[in-house]
């Protein structure tokens, strides 16, 4: 009934809406024209501001379409000054414009040039705006928040719009889990908590924007069920010399620093550019875990309290360099290298209590956990680009080689004790788990300008991956280790993707279309090996499927302003390499993890209906239904809980949105995001039936104040107010920032000071449930509350060249690894 009521609310607000904006346009005068770069293309997303010839006072701020234009209707007659800034270029000013008689002036364009050229300027400083729509996708721009100073590439997508960030380090998005993480426009190949781990250990400093498209088009890879996240990092676009450097020291429980350089030279036919950070990071969490144990009616019979510590110190070191060739005005070639050494160590206690059908102290269980961990990745891409003309003709490949080794050594003391203290049992284990994973990739796209405002593109794609995951367990009796054979055990996967979409859009006045078809053939072989006390076991999965998009985009007046959008696509989400392990792993005495090569891969149908009024007001209405649907399952075997992905059944997804930018002063912009979604789960569950549903508010919202031209300030947050994820319900959560900057030496350098969730709110908690004869709660601490001073400051030639496109052709199969 309740989300009833919120669609009928949001067709009569929509229909409100759609009717004043369609029959209640004033009349008036007209002011229209583009924004181009130095080489007659358009600057999409480029703000224009109006303005009024006598006193300079703002009277309308855009940003322009992706074909450069803009237009100010309804405008009375008076003269006016127009003002177009995009960042990497200079501010442009135009001549005086005169409305008379309320009649359309249509300008010349506007053509911008890169820094460094002389151009009838202003001295404003172009920001971008935080949030940007397109038709397919999200944009957040990373750098207009200063509070993402010194923080992290999680802590940036923890206060992304729509994007939920757990204890864990595990990423939902608009509510659904299995979103696809991509870093410029390539996945990472990673296991979730790998994933977590590169993510801290990148820093904002090196971050552009995140793309967010909960409906991608064909060409990206149908993976991610949830959508696609794609971190852009930052690319200069400098002749000569030109060089950024930033370093933070941090303050939470534990210190933390952050150094970085990014780096590029232009000269002649060559390009040469570098990426380098150094991570030091010590963080705390503690986490506790409730469980009570049932008998047949539903009555405790008893109940277990688990407490645990961590305290993981890592360092990490990222590098991104490479270099591209300008063959020809036409032909570019390029070479990319990326590498992460990441070592780290932690000592994890965990302190089991143990109580009795009344309450009473049964035991207790001290587990002393120490580990020494690595990962280390390397990458190579090889990328070619060729235009054949200035239209738009263009084709393009990629090759991708990825590696990535880990390795945990693990040490597990555990002695139990009786109420008294009295030493009752004592065990060592110890473990040894290396892993590694090879990537090969290949993919080529054309794309081909046709008459009429239209444009076909196609493409092909094939990868290959093979994973070796070993797990070798111990048992320690008397300094003396001996093979644990009902542990260990080894896992080979290989597995072989070959892909290939089309897609066409094209423009009929107000109306746009863009529609593509992807077709996936998916390949995969598993084995696990035996040993002296197990057999070996075998699978093999092959699969074909189609992925439909779509969007159709309407524009309800002649100025643009109040445009339409619906959309369709369909996705698909395989399951992580490591989740197909049939075996089981060791977490703690009352803890087990289990891969399942049963996994099916679950499919995606996602629906979206949105109106957009300018740059300044977005909702939206978007519904989703999953089959097969992937996720965490708990289930007990007697004391123990066993954890495993499993496919739960299905999944419903309505999710209504609403994002605004305002600027209730010249000193003062805001962007606010707000959304209601409701889950519900549905599907056979081990023994019983899960039927799970959760309607969901989520809140997300940051102030940008202008102080002065070298003072800026900050205030940001978001809330939680918990949601339902398969078997578990989370509780409210959310945390509050504020950040202030002061810029010195000539503008070229900067310093801030960051406080992270200032009031400690941040507090992932909530209930496992649909466990046979058990109940369970879960409560983190997490180390969240964190003061950070910055230093950045660039130094080098500030003239642009036109910017390189993304490269890089490996898509989804990081985002499994492991």
């Given at each position: ?806 490269t890089g052709g490996a898509d989804s199969e990081q985002g499994r690894a492991h």
């Amino acid at each position: 009934m309740v989300m009833k009521k919120l669609i009928l609310l949001f067709l009569t607000l929509f229909t409100l809406l759609l009717f004043n904006f369609t029959h209640a346009q004033t009349s008036g005068g007209k002011i229209s024209g583009s924004v181009l770069d130095e080489t007659k293309k358009p600057l999409d997303g480029a703000t224009v501001i109006l303005l009024t010839a006598k006193d300079s006072a703002q009277v309308s701020t855009q940003l322009a379409r992706p074909d450069g234009s803009f237009a100010f209707p309804n405008l009375k007659d008076n003269t006016y000054l127009i003002m177009a800034t995009y960042v990497g270029y200079k501010n442009y000013r135009s001549e005086q414009v005169v409305v008379s008689e309320q009649k359309a002036v249509s300008l010349s364009p506007f053509n911008l040039l890169p820094s460094g050229k002389a151009l009838n300027e202003v001295s404003v400083t172009a920001q971008r705006s935080y949030i940007q729509q397109k038709i397919d996708r999200t944009v957040v721009n990373v750098g207009a928040l200063i509070s993402n100073t010194g923080a992290n590439a999680l802590e940036v997508l923890e206060k992304t719009p729509g994007v939920q960030v757990d204890a864990d380090g595990n990423i939902t998005f608009k509510g659904k889990s299995g979103v696809l993480v991509m870093i410029d426009d390539k996945p990472t190949y990673l296991s979730a908590a790998n994933l977590a781990t590169y993510l801290r250990s990148l820093p904002a400093s090196a971050l552009d924007q995140i793309e967010l498209m909960d409906n991608p088009p064909a060409k990206y890879d149908a993976a991610g069920n949830a959508g696609v996240i794609n971190i852009k990092t930052k690319k200069n676009t400098i002749r000569g010399f030109h060089a950024v450097v930033s370093a933070d020291y941090a303050q939470g429980f534990y210190g933390r620093s952050n150094e970085s350089i990014n780096m590029n030279y232009r000269i002649d036919k060559v390009n040469l550019f570098a990426n380098l950070s150094y991570n030091e990071n010590r963080t705390f969490r503690r986490l506790e875990i409730d469980r009570t144990y049932l008998d047949a009616n539903g009555n405790a019979t008893s109940s277990l309290k688990d407490i645990s510590y961590f305290r993981p110190t890592s360092h990490s070191t990222d590098i991104k360099a490479g270099i591209d060739f300008f063959a020809s005005p036409k032909t570019t070639w390029g070479v990319v290298f990326t590498g992460d050494i990441s070592p780290d160590h932690d000592n994890s206690p965990v302190y089991s209590l143990l109580y009795g059908k009344n309450g009473e102290l049964d035991s207790t269980i001290n587990t002393q956990n120490k580990s020494k961990d690595s990962f280390n990745s390397k990458g190579i891409n090889v990328n070619y680009t060729h235009k054949f003309d200035s239209l738009g003709r263009e084709l393009t490949f990629d090759l991708d080689y990825i590696n990535d080794r880990s390795n945990s050594n693990q040490l597990f003391v555990n002695n139990t004790f009786l109420p008294d203290g009295t030493l009752t049992n004592s065990t060592t284990l110890s473990d040894n788990l290396p892993a590694t994973i090879n990537i090969y990739s290949a993919k080529a796209d054309y794309s081909h300008p046709l008459k009429g405002k239209a444009k076909l593109e196609a493409g092909v794609k094939s990868s290959y991956v093979n994973t070796d995951n070993a797990a070798n367990y111990f048992n320690v009796i008397d300094g003396v280790s001996t093979i644990d054979y009902n542990s260990t055990n080894r896992f080979l996967y290989k597995e072989n993707i070959n892909a290939a979409y089309v897609n066409f859009n094209k423009d009929f006045g107000r109306f746009s279309l863009q529609t593509g078809l992807r077709v996936e053939n998916t390949n995969g072989n598993g084995h696990q090996l035996g040993n002296a006390e197990k057999a070996d076991s075998s699978f093999i999965n092959h699969y074909t499927n189609l992925f439909p998009t779509a969007y159709f985009s309407y524009h309800l007046d002649t100025a643009g302003h109040n445009v339409l959008v619906l959309s369709y696509g369909r996705r698909i989400g395989r399951p992580n390499y490591g989740s197909l392990n049939p075996f089981t792993f060791f977490v703690d005495e009352f803890t087990y993890f289990s891969g399942n090569p049963f996994l099916k891969p679950q499919f995606t149908d996602n629906y979206k209906l949105a109106y957009s009024f300018k740059s300044l007001f977005t909702v939206a209405v978007a519904y989703d239904y999953t089959t097969d649907v992937q996720g965490e399952t708990i289930h007990r075997n007697g004391d123990i809980f066993l954890s495993t992905t499993g496919n739960i059944g299905q999944q419903k997804n309505l999710d209504f949105s609403v994002n605004t930018n305002l600027q209730p002063a010249k000193w003062w912009s805001v962007n606010l995001y707000a959304e209601v979604y409701n889950n519900t789960y549905q599907g056979p569950f081990y023994d019983g039936y899960l039927n799970q549903s959760k309607t969901t508010f989520a809140a997300n919202g940051n102030n940008q104040f202008t102080i002065s031209k070298t003072w800026s300030a900050e205030l940001s947050g978001f809330y939680d107010g918990g949601g339902t994820y398969g078997q578990f319900v989370t509780l409210p959560k959310g945390m509050l920032n504020a950040a202030i900057q002061k810029k010195i030496l000539n503008n070229k350098g900067s310093i801030k000071l960051n406080m992270r969730d200032i009031f400690h709110t941040f507090s992932p908690s909530g209930t496992i449930t649909n466990i046979t004869d058990a109940n369970a709660t879960f409560h983190n601490f997490v180390d969240t509350r964190v003061a950070t001073l910055a230093f950045t400051y660039s130094f080098g030639k500030t003239t642009n060249v036109p910017q390189k496109r993304e490269t890089g052709g490996a898509d989804s199969e990081q985002g499994r690894a492991h």
